[in-house]
């Protein structure tokens, strides 16, 4: 997410622009012109390939007349593209559960390295994918990333149909869904160059949010799908197959009705001097502590009700079975937008230190209640502890553009505020792939807890303290020397 910055003229302070998603709204100009001519700014030029010359969204009268129409047509299939890139994303940690029950025979290990393999690739594929919308445009590559979905999706759908197929060919195919984690970076660096300062947070939050639903819906509707014409099994390759036409339908979307800017351009030296701000790296560590735990936390989930409570792990509908896992990235999805609102009241370090105080405290009720047996006590523990990573989420990544515009190297040393935007700007690409890689860690440590000890307990101990850590860091970085230096809160 971009975040931008300008001076307050009263004070001269560095003031937030790109604010909370829920706080603006965008309307709908049904009636624009494709083509309008301004008083202070040249009139936009369409070219062939769906190109647009002299993109201006902070010229109001182009904004209004003709901008607003088509930046919110590329927003909603950005939406529809990236919500699916989740969605194909979080297959494998879904499909995982009902492997056995179609006779295939892996290993509680290589269960977990299906389910861990996607967030790796995907948190990976996030840093390249950042730059490929300025090489070869936000509409062309929305077409090609929607396109790639489906390899794994077809891949999936091939795999599962035969209990032979080799462990190594499931976790090629597996790492493929990282494809759908890539697009989120590419999504957000389209659509942050055709919204302008004042309503970057509203169509930025949306994007973000229509992405991360896809975890939910995913968890919700495979399930129901692979159970729906199939008395007393599974038809586990509808799994794969069930999304091929929704992508096709993005990819023609997008090649319809999307649009290439040729004012879009990318920062690798700004990314390259991002990299050399500590405080890129304290962040990126907070950022896998949320984020990472919501999106590793949504992988497993499914596995650990299926581990923990095998009678709940799927509940007959009528004729259909149903997963409540899908409640747990839901309520994440919907809590992040209120972290970054809670943020911009309270600051966005004290909220993160209360969100892994939350996130602490809620770990450890759940493991010293596991004993009781209780199933819903222990689905209640999880939504909450799944509603306070997203309070973190949106607080963390609140903090990223205040921090580099009063603490950062660069501030100290004078930068102007255009210098730290752009470092921001680059910081917010960058810590958002690191933070994915805890997609990776948590499944990671669950399956060396159980390996070494025969129990998922010691992994969850180990998550209290890298969350006590992490206040700890947070709180002593930017809460303690706000005060000693009297320069606010984060």
């Not at 290439?260 to 890129?280: C, Q, R, Y």
């Not at 105080?357 to 009720?365: K, N, S, W």
């Not at 958002?432 to 307990?457: C, D, K, R």
Request: hydrophobic letters at 50%.
């Amino acid at each position: 997410m971009t975040v931008d910055r300008s001076a307050d003229a009263g004070t001269g302070n560095s003031v937030d622009i790109d604010t909370d998603p829920l706080r603006e709204g965008v309307s709908s100009s049904a009636g624009a012109q494709p083509v309008t001519r301004t008083t202070d700014a040249p009139a936009l030029e369409f070219r062939p390939g769906r190109w647009i010359a002299n993109w201006n969204a902070e010229n109001k009268e182009q904004w209004e007349s003709a901008g607003r129409a088509i930046a919110r047509r590329n927003l909603n299939w950005s939406i529809f593209a990236e919500f699916l890139g989740f969605v194909v994303w979080q297959l494998w940690s879904i499909v995982v559960v009902q492997l056995p029950g179609a006779g295939f025979n892996f290993t509680t290990s290589e269960i977990f390295w299906l389910i861990s393999m996607p967030s790796l690739v995907g948190a990976t594929l996030r840093i390249p994918y950042t730059f490929m919308v300025p090489r070869f445009g936000g509409r062309n590559w929305t077409i090609v990333s929607a396109l790639l979905l489906l390899i794994p999706a077809i891949g999936l759908g091939l795999c599962v149909s035969n209990p032979e197929t080799p462990f190594g060919v499931m976790l090629l195919v597996a790492a493929l869904a990282g494809f759908g984690g890539g697009n989120f970076a590419s999504s957000m660096a389209n659509i942050t160059f055709f919204y302008p300062a004042r309503e970057k947070g509203w169509a930025l939050g949306l994007n973000a949010a229509g992405g991360n639903m896809g975890a939910a819906v995913a968890q919700l509707a495979v399930p129901i799908a692979i159970t729906l014409l199939a008395v007393g099994s599974v038809n586990l390759p509808m799994a794969g197959w069930m999304w091929v036409p929704f992508i096709l339908i993005a990819a023609f979307g997008a090649w319809k009705y999307m649009d290439n800017l040729t004012s879009a351009k990318g920062d690798v030296a700004g990314s390259i001097a991002a990299l050399k701000e500590p405080h890129l790296w304290i962040m990126a560590l907070l950022y896998i502590g949320t984020f990472g735990s919501f999106i590793g936390f949504a992988g497993v989930f499914p596995k650990l009700i299926k581990d923990y409570f095998p009678a709940f792990s799927s509940i007959g509908v009528g004729t259909v079975a149903l997963s409540l896992a899908f409640l747990g990235p839901l309520v994440g999805s919907l809590a992040r937008p209120y972290g970054g609102r809670m943020a911009d009241r309270m600051g966005g370090a004290r909220m993160t230190v209360a969100s892994f105080t939350a996130m602490a405290i809620i770990t450890l009720t759940m493991i010293w209640t596991l004993p009781l047996k209780s199933f819903w006590l222990f689905l209640v523990l999880f939504l909450m502890l799944f509603t306070a990573s997203g309070f973190g989420n949106g607080a963390t990544y609140r903090m990223i553009p205040i921090i580099f515009a009063t603490s950062s190297r660069a501030a100290k040393a004078g930068a102007s505020t255009v210098e730290t935007q752009r470092l921001a700007s680059s910081a917010l690409g960058l810590i958002s792939a690191i933070g994915a890689y805890g997609g990776f860690v948590i499944p990671q440590v669950l399956n060396a807890s159980n390996g070494a000890s025969g129990s998922y307990t010691p992994a969850f101990y180990g998550f209290v303290g890298a969350y006590v850590l992490m206040l700890i860091v947070c709180w002593a970085f930017y809460i303690r020397n706000a005060n000693r230096n009297a320069m606010g809160h984060v």
